[in-house]
């Protein structure tokens, strides 16, 4: 091979080193090719993009594969040059060679790379068109290439090296502890952590909507009071009901109707999945609350309705426990008809500033710790008190903590401040 040959492949393949090199850093800078997509419409390099974009693993392994091969082959020939025709003819070995790597890296793998980095998107469209056609030789080369590593792997490595056993939840909760002990996380963060770790243990009666804060409509009803009761609904569904509200017939989506243009309710009504109130939250969310659309009733131990969970409730119970908003304007809602919306941390103190209620009791700062005290055991949902001036009602419970209150203003009290 003459020097001239020598040199115009040596060159060949630096060229192709610098367009895998620019395409591997393209892989991944490129975020954002949609306006791209768009342009390239649906033809073949639209589907390309596609592909790589769904896929960026397989793309840069074929990548990093060539660069290898190409790597490894210029390093060979770049070393027959020096030593061969270069060297026969006076050149100096270590300059020469020298220039040769730094001219390889500074073409073949920075310039490149720098550029792919300022616009990937426009080297993925470019290096689509040349690297394309040799995925023939490259897909049967990556799988030989996988199917030996693996069998290596198989052979010599794991006889060798043992399996790492998951971390247990004691593991993990000891790790967090050390690492509040530490400085490294704080209180809340540790709180937020172990409350994320708690859902295991939720079930859905514990973040379900309770039966008597359900929308209930009989299917006996006129059509003039089933359309007041779907349109002044206040949530999302409504359940439709038989002879006795625990013979439920279907649930109607509201939202569904109102975009229907508010049709016959039947033709809109389905049938929900009823589940347990001792079913995990885990277990509901996997089998039942595939989407927002899809809400599931619960059933008590006798088949009766107990209440409704959808993956909004579930959302809300983990957002409340993990990360709860403590400012007092949240903790106080106006129902309006001098009904309030309590969160069960409300203090007496904070409740009478506001609505000038007097709830002051012994040792009892919060409206829940009050509505304990009251009943003298853990309420279920729809519970109620009554005071002197108000009557209280358990709105929803976890794990043996009341969580909200509705509290009602009784005629003769003196009219509540507004929130």
Not at 34 to 52: C, H, K, M, T, Y
Not at 136 to 143: F, M, S
Not at 190 to 215: K, Y
Not at 295 to 319: C, H, Q, S, V
Request: a negative charge.
């Amino acid at each position: 091979m003459s020097l001239f040959v020598a040199f115009l492949l040596y060159f060949a393949l630096l060229l192709l080193l610098a367009v895998i090199s620019a395409a591997e850093t393209a892989i991944h800078s490129a975020r954002d090719v949609e306006a791209q997509l768009l342009a390239a419409g649906e033809g073949a390099v639209a589907q390309r993009l596609r592909a790589i974009t769904a896929n960026p693993f397989a793309q840069l392994h074929h990548t990093l594969l060539l660069s290898s091969a190409l790597n490894l082959a210029l390093a060979a020939l770049g070393l027959w040059i020096v030593t061969g025709p270069l060297r026969a003819s006076g050149w100096n070995v270590w300059i020469t060679s020298s220039v040769i790597f730094l001219a390889t890296v500074l073409l073949g793998d920075m310039a490149p790379k720098f550029f792919a980095a300022r616009n990937p998107s426009v080297v993925l469209l470019g290096s689509l068109r040349l690297l394309h056609p040799l995925r023939n030789v490259i897909d049967p080369l990556a799988l030989l290439v996988d199917r030996t590593t693996d069998a290596l792997l198989q052979k010599f490595v794991t006889r060798h090296i043992k399996t790492r056993l998951p971390v247990t939840r004691d593991e993990f909760e000891t790790l967090v502890e050390m690492r509040q002990e530490q400085g490294l996380l704080d209180s809340d963060d540790s709180a937020m952590i172990h409350e994320a770790l708690d859902i295991e243990a939720l079930t859905v009666r514990d973040c379900m909507i309770p039966r008597v804060d359900l929308a209930l409509m009989s299917s006996d009803d006129s059509p003039q009071k089933t359309t007041a009761i779907l349109e002044k609904s206040a949530g999302r569904f409504v359940i439709v009901y038989g002879e006795t509200p625990d013979s439920v017939e279907g649930v109607i989506d509201t939202n569904a109707w109102k975009l229907a243009n508010r049709p016959d309710w039947r033709t809109l009504m389905r049938t929900p999945a009823f589940v347990p109130e001792t079913m995990p939250v885990l277990e509901a969310l996997e089998h039942h609350l595939h989407n927002d659309e899809q809400p599931a009733l619960i059933a008590d131990e006798y088949g009766g309705l107990e209440g409704m969970i959808t993956r909004r409730e579930i959302a809300d119970w983990l957002l409340y426990e993990a990360a709860p908003w403590h400012g007092e304007n949240s903790e106080i809602r106006d129902l309006g008809g001098g009904r309030f919306l309590l969160d069960g941390g409300t203090r007496l103190d904070h409740l009478k500033a506001e609505l000038g209620v007097d709830l002051q009791a012994d040792g009892i700062d919060t409206i829940g710790g009050l509505v304990f005290n009251q009943l003298a055991h853990v309420p279920k949902p729809g519970e109620r008190i009554s005071i002197d001036t108000a009557d209280i009602k358990v709105r929803r419970i976890v794990r043996a903590r009341i969580q909200e209150v509705e509290l009602r203003l009784k005629p003769n009290s003196a009219a509540a401040p507004e929130v």
